[in-house]
């Protein structure tokens, strides 16, 4: 199919536009923004009619032409093979990375605590592809718990207990409370906390946490930090093929 026969497009006009490095932003009247590369054979400009194939907002923009000039465009034959070939790219990637960095990320799952070196046994077992897809995202999220415990430990352990309290006890409200706070007090609190955190990747190392000072075996159950992205029969919270 080609472009002039193509029925899968939107047209919107162009609300606003900011020259960025390598192209332009700019923002649809719907509110949406895109990012127009400088190959555009026409420069973007406000009140220009946009036109977008693909399938909508949340999708993949296969095709853009603007002011009645492609800018770029893929049938859908073409934005799969495109796809395909990308993803196989990432993959190779992916392996080679984690063939390089092997050693290290064998001495960082020594260094862990024994519950978790059992998590991250339980997803290797559950998906032989689980290290060179997402054991580096998960072992960040396990190393981040591991100093956000010890950190509330070490203030507990400075403080006078509430009676009838452990210290871990105390230690898993600090956490929670922790979690609470604005960055820069997180910070003061938790000064060996990264800055390469993602909410996703956060939310899991303070549940990590807390689970690792009350009840540390739930440490092995709890889902993947990726699973909600990608499932967990795909991730290796469970065996594939197990409901």
């Known amino acids: 199919m080609s472009i002039e026969h193509d029925p899968a497009f939107e047209e919107v006009t162009i609300a606003e536009v900011r020259e960025e490095d390598g192209g332009w932003s700019i923002k649809r009247s719907d509110g949406w923004s895109f990012f127009v590369p400088k190959t555009s054979p026409v ?13 909508g907002i949340g999708f993949v923009v296969r095709g853009l032409v603007i002011d009645g000039q ?4 893929r049938t859908e034959a073409q934005q799969k093979a495109l796809a395909e070939e990308e993803s ?15 050693a290290a990320m064998d001495r960082r799952y020594r260094a862990l605590p024994e519950v978790f070196q059992r998590r991250l046994d ?9 290290r060179w897809r997402f054991e580096g995202y998960e072992m960040f999220c396990c190393e981040q718990a591991v100093v956000i415990a010890d950190a ?5 352990r400075s403080e006078t207990q509430a009676a009838g309290m452990t210290v871990e006890e ?19 609190v938790v000064p060996a906390i990264s800055d390469g955190h993602s909410g996703n ?14 009840v540390p075996e739930n440490v092995v159950k709890m889902y993947g930090a990726m699973a909600p992205l990608v499932g967990s029969e795909e991730y290796g919270c469970v065996p594939k093929g197990v409901k």
């Open 201 to 214: 990747t956060f939310g899991c190392a303070v549940t990590l946490a807390v689970q690792y000072l009350s």
């Open 88 to 102: 196989r790219k990432r993959e190779q990637e992916q392996k080679y990375d984690f063939k390089k960095n092997r």
């Open 170 to 188: 105390v230690a898993a409200i600090y956490v929670k409370h922790f979690h609470g706070l604005e960055w820069e007090q997180q910070k003061l």
């Open 70 to 73: 492609t800018v770029f465009y």
């Open 122 to 130: 339980k997803f290797r077992t559950n998906n032989p592809d689980f």
């Open 152 to 156: 509330m430990l070490a203030k507990a």
């Open 43 to 55: 420069v973007p400009a406000i009140g220009m009619t946009a036109r977008f194939y693909g399938k």
